[in-house]
Nanobody
């Protein structure tokens, strides 16, 4: 079964940190671009970060640059999102996604063809 499973979300105070994980199964994980997206209530889904298959290139949304870090462990079929200095506006459901058709990081959600179920991140002020 091909799937992505996120974990690591939770409730944290502003200024705190969380580390999200997304583990893939049923696909050649190490071949693909991976991305993290988020969706807050009443807002559209937005790109947060992406990494190439070899973890050499990363791309971030301006709103998270300098605070979030994406990384991957191809041996464990897992991509991570380290989130530091969290702000209330980071509150959202966070989704990981894989693109099996592109080789560069694209922020458009429709470039990604497999999504996880999401994990809730809530940052209190």
């Amino acid at each position: 079964q091909v799937q992505l499973v996120e974990s690591g979300g939770g409730l944290v105070q502003a200024g705190g940190s969380l580390r999200l994980s997304c583990t893939a199964s049923g696909l050649a994980f190490s071949n693909y671009v991976m991305g993290w997206f988020r969706q807050a209530p009443g807002k559209e889904r937005e790109f947060v970060a992406g990494t190439t298959w070899d973890d050499r290139t990363a791309r971030y949304a301006d709103s998270v640059k300098g605070r979030f870090t994406i990384s991957r462990d191809n041996g464990q079929n897992t991509v991570f999102l380290q989130m530091n200095n969290l702000k209330p506006e980071d509150t959202a459901v966070y989704y990981c996604a894989v693109s099996r058709t592109i080789r560069i990081i694209i922020s458009r959600g429709n470039a990604y063809d497999l999504w996880g179920q999401g994990t809730q991140v809530t940052v209190s002020s």
